[in-house]
Structures are given as structure tokens and as C-alpha cells.
């Protein structure tokens, strides 16, 4: 997805992954930022605890979309 672009349904990663890019999470959180889904829908969908969506609306908020890189050191 490009910048500008308007975020829809057919956007969102597919349910049931297994693996979590930085991307895929950015895409779910404004989802959910821009009310394309709901918290709750997100969880669901992507089989989460409210606890992991929550630290990844954290270190979004942080640190943009490297926040959400497994790789990601806080300091």
C-alpha cells in the first residue's frame, strides 16, 4: 500500500498467520486507527490477546512502524 492510499478491507493480512511482519501489524493498527475494524475485530480475526495489541499500539505509537520490527531494541 502506498502513502495516500485509502486503506480497505481487502488490505488486511489474512487471518490465521503465523508470521508477523512490521507491515502487516502497521496495516492492522490504522485499521483499527481509522475504524476500518475495531480492537475487538482485530483480535479476533488475528487470534491476539488484548495485551500483544497493546504493546504493538505502544511501540507504534513509539517509535512508527520500526517499533514493531522483532528486532526493535527500546532503549
Not at 488490505?11 to 475504524?35: E, N
Not at 475485530?41 to 514493531?68: C, K, M, N, P, V
Request: hydrophobic share 35%; net charge positive; glycine share 8%.
Amino acid at each position: 500500500m502506498q502513502s495516500g492510499e485509502i486503506l480497505t478491507i481487502a488490505d488486511l493480512p489474512k487471518a490465521g498467520l503465523s508470521r508477523w511482519t512490521a507491515a502487516r501489524k502497521s496495516t492492522v493498527i490504522r485499521a483499527v486507527m481509522f475504524g476500518l475494524i475495531s480492537t475487538d475485530e482485530a483480535i479476533g480475526r488475528y487470534e491476539l490477546t488484548h495485551d500483544e495489541f497493546q504493546e504493538w499500539l505502544r511501540s507504534y505509537a513509539d517509535y512508527g512502524r520500526d517499533g514493531l520490527k522483532m528486532t526493535h531494541k527500546k532503549p
